[in-house]
């Protein structure tokens, strides 16, 4: 007789302390059966205190967004069951147990679909005010592939905690929950849902959901395989658990799906990982492309921030708010500021410019600037008052109005040649409207430029005119020449005579008529013509006939001589 072998031919029981252990010591050969036996059971009981438990955690999660409240959500996750069932589906794809791998895979679709729809019944219950987006809620929809990592290494430490069963590690069980959070998202898809299918909400809730599992999944196998979970001592004790755990309703029918104790995927362990890979793969991509646009979205808002202290001068202006608009391949910037001088295009062309290098795309600029004055820009209640200027005592009789409207002509002249504007604005002339009285000033400016100014760019010309010409209240009126090309028709007679009456009024002004694709040149020689003859010929009016591809038809364009 062997050694190795007692009186009845059984082997010899080893002595403690003399187990062979596995990896890191987590798990030694007589572990190994009760780890599945304990993990298979506990991921397959879902009875009614299952369903309960996870119904009220997925109300407190819901209750916890609404509510802002990351102490509240932090409760739902420990209270949640759901991790469970999922570190049971690892096992199953580590071990290649069929059965197992649908039983818990139908209990985390059934528990998926189960907190969805708690949340959307609290999401139509809660009162108005209470469906509202939350920092919560916010925070649970732009998944990126931080989130799975994080429920990579979350799953690695769920399923260590589960093969360390002796280990005081077993403790960790609750910061694990907390780590993999797969119930908040199902709440945030819940509350999407529950306020009008909400798809942004809906998509990116279920997309970090979809990381969370993945990530669980993957790595949990990963962790059972490494501990030797799918050894035929394993195998065994998987065949008897079977046989000997209690049925309940999920059990018997999954029994009954045709060829699911011997599903040829299971088969293969290649094929398992090969089919978990690709579950996380899918679930990278967007994953990947969410981290490229948060990581843009990052960079210019570095690059606007680096912008944005051209116009925060103290003593002259700041920032009263911005809005960043982001669009396929470039980025536009509306900026408000309150400033006591005008800032003009080449500051703004230098926002431009320092933003676009910094955020690497094009950034441009609509600027929208706010009078202030000069003792207090963060008040508001003055920023639009006139002031009183004191008046000079009479000692001679007023002039008569031809006399008034001279002088007043000459001042307004003055002013405006001082006027702070942008560089793509140029005033073309200017009438006067002069009363009986300060209440009937006025003044009618004439200005070309590619877009209409702002009002309150307008209310700082006005201003300054005031201030300029010490007459309050006065009135302004404004009459843009848009330098941006516009339609024409040799047929459309009154926009030719309004062409040539203009252009015969301000000297400055010349006319592109510009000939694109499909132009007939008959009809733009005809154009030219036609407005030289009405604004009186060439000698005081310059019109020139433009070709170009880019404009479809005729088109006709002021321009400064």
């Known amino acids: 007789m062997p050694k190795s072998a007692t009186a009845d031919g059984s082997p010899p029981s080893r002595p403690p302390g003399k187990r062979r ?4 010591s987590l798990v030694d050969d007589r572990d190994r059966a009760e780890i599945f036996t304990d993990a298979a059971t506990v991921a397959t009981s879902a009875g009614g205190a299952y369903w309960l438990v996870l119904s009220l955690a997925g109300a407190i999660a819901a209750l916890g967004l609404a509510l802002n409240s990351s102490a509240v959500i932090i409760g739902a996750m420990l209270i949640a069951p759901l991790l469970a069932p999922v570190v049971g589906l690892a096992l199953a794809l580590a071990v290649g147990d069929g059965r197992l791998a649908v039983e818990t895979a139908l209990i985390v679709l059934i528990s998926t679909i189960a907190v969805i729809l708690v949340g959307a019944l609290l999401a139509i219950a809660l009162p108005v005010p209470f469906q509202t987006v939350t920092t919560e809620i916010a925070a649970r929809t732009r998944p990126t ?58 998509r990116g809730s279920l997309l970090l959901y979809g990381a969370n599992l993945a990530g669980i999944v993957m790595s949990g196998m990963i962790v059972f395989l490494i501990a030797g979970m799918q050894r035929p001592s394993v195998l065994r004790t998987d065949a008897a658990w079977h046989e000997s755990a209690p049925p ?101 062309r230098e926002f431009e410019r320092r933003a676009s290098a910094e955020a690497g795309e094009p950034v441009s600029l609509e600027l929208d600037q706010l009078p202030a004055s000069g ?26 109005a031809g006399a008034r409207a001279a002088i007043v002509r000459g001042q307004v002249a003055e002013a405006i040649h001082t006027l702070a504007l942008p560089d793509s604005v140029t005033i073309l002339g200017f009438e006067l409207v002069i009363g009986d009285s300060l209440a009937g000033n006025g003044v ?44 024409a028709r040799i047929t459309d007679a009154t926009m030719m005579d309004s062409i040539s009456a203009l252009l015969r009024r301000t000297p400055l002004l010349g006319l592109d008529v510009i000939a694109g694709r499909g ?43």
Request: hydrophobic share 50%; charged share 15%.
């Open 21 to 24: 252990r596995g990896w890191l």
């Open 145 to 202: 592939t931080l989130d799975l990592a994080i429920a990579v290494f979350s799953g690695l430490a769920g399923a260590a905690v589960t093969v360390a069963r002796r280990s005081p590690l077993s403790g960790a069980v609750p910061g694990v929950a907390v780590a993999v959070a797969l119930v908040p998202p199902l709440a945030v898809t819940g509350y999407g849902v529950g306020v009008g299918w909400n798809w942004p909400i809906i």
């Open 248 to 348: 309940n309703l999920l059990t018997n029918w999954v029994e009954h799906i045709p060829g699911v104790r011997s599903l040829g995927l299971m088969q293969s362990l290649g094929a398992r990982i090969a089919l978990v890979i690709a579950f996380v793969a899918l679930v990278a991509i967007p994953l990947r492309e969410s981290l490229r646009q948060i990581a843009r979205e990052s960079r210019v808002q570095r690059a606007v921030d680096a912008g944005v202290r051209l116009f925060s001068s103290p003593g002259r202006s700041f920032v009263v708010s911005r809005d960043v608009e982001l669009g396929q391949s470039a980025t536009h910037v509306v900026l408000n500021i309150a400033t006591t001088a005008w800032y003009g295009d080449s500051t703004r």
């Open 375 to 400: 003792g207090d820009l963060s008040s508001f209640a003055t920023l639009l008052s006139t002031a009183k200027p004191t008046a000079p005592a009479v000692t001679s009789p007023p002039p008569t």
């Open 444 to 487: 009618r400016l004439t200005y070309a430029a590619p877009r209409p100014l702002s009002p309150q760019a307008l209310e700082v010309i006005g201003k300054q005119l005031q201030t300029s010409l010490s007459l309050t209240p006065l009135a302004i009126e404004t009459r843009l020449v848009s330098t941006a090309p516009v339609a």
């Open 519 to 561: 132009a007939r040149l008959a009809d733009v020689d005809s154009i030219a013509a036609r407005v030289r003859r009405g604004a009186g010929g060439l000698d005081s009016v310059r019109v020139s006939v433009v070709r170009a591809t880019t404009t479809r038809g005729i088109a006709i364009r002021f321009r400064l001589r």
